[in-house]
Antibody, heavy 121, light 106 residues
Framework: QVQLVQSGAEVKRRGASVKVSCSAS????????IHWVRQAPGRGLEWLAWINPRSGATHYAQKFAGRVTLTRDTSISTAYMEMSSLTSDDAAMYYC??????????????WGQGTMVIVSS | DIQMTQSPSSLSASVGDRVTITCRAS??????LNWYQQKLGKAPRLLIY???NLQRGVPLRFSGSGSGTQFSLTITSLQPEDFATYYC????????FGQGTRLEIK
């Protein structure tokens, strides 16, 4: 069925990097943008960045530019989000989401199940 | 960055009630406004896109309106499954979310 399946929970030390995967199935991976959104415990939603799986083009929220890198592997319909220099503020649930239409600015109609990132000291 | 402000931050209502959540943008965003519902421990679910379009599969008791800087989400005849947190999101310039509105059972 149409779904996004993310990799499992991660526990990382402060200063480390984490790489989360988002595997798409049931639709043409290159037809929709993939966005990444995070949610700290008990907090709201925060957008990180998007990637165009067809071209590989990316765009990052100013806050995360230089610390977050999005990539994709079209051969396995998978997108990746890597975040470096982790701090305790990065402890959150990370979601990937697909756009409803072929445009970065369209709504997110399909979400992954989320990947919890825990940052330990 | 465009700031999105939702009101109220929390709301208590009863099954069968009609409720409205508002979302205000710090600058005009045309109709680049979406609404999501999130239940505890789950990923958000798209309800309304482009301000007023009902996503496929979403019950007709949900509706959205607005343009420019003022938007609203209305739920008529609240059902038990509607008690959740609701977020607005703009995509006119980058992406930002409102802080969320928690809808609780009275």
């Amino acid at each position: 069925q149409v779904q996004l399946v993310q990799s499992g929970a991660e526990v990382k030390r402060r200063g480390a990097s984490v790489k989360v995967s988002c595997s798409a199935s049931g639709y043409t991976f290159t037809d929709s943008y993939i966005h990444w959104v995070r949610q700290a415990p008990g907090r709201g939603l925060e957008w990180l960045a998007w990637i165009n799986p067809r071209s590989g083009a990316t765009h990052y929220a100013q806050k995360f530019a230089g610390r977050v890198t999005l990539t994709r592997d079209t051969s396995i319909s998978t997108a990746y989000m890597e975040m470096s220099s982790l701090t305790s503020d990065d402890a959150a649930m990370y979601y990937c989401a697909r756009t409803v239409a072929p445009g970065w600015e369209t709504a997110f109609d399909l979400w992954g199940q989320g990947t919890m990132v825990i940052v330990s000291s | 960055d465009i700031q999105m402000t939702q009101s109220p931050s929390s709301l208590s209502a009863s099954v069968g009630d009609r409720v409205t959540i508002t979302c205000r943008a710090s600058q005009t965003i045309d109709t680049y406004l979406n609404w999501y519902q999130q239940k505890l421990g789950k990923a958000p679910r798209l309800l309304i896109y482009a301000a007023s379009n009902l996503q496929r599969g979403v019950p007709l008791r949900f509706s959205g309106s607005g343009s420019g800087t003022q938007f609203s989400l209305t739920i008529t005849s609240l059902q038990p499954e509607d008690f959740a947190t609701y977020y607005c999101q703009q995509s006119y310039s980058a992406i930002t979310f409102g802080q969320g509105t928690r809808l609780e059972i009275k």
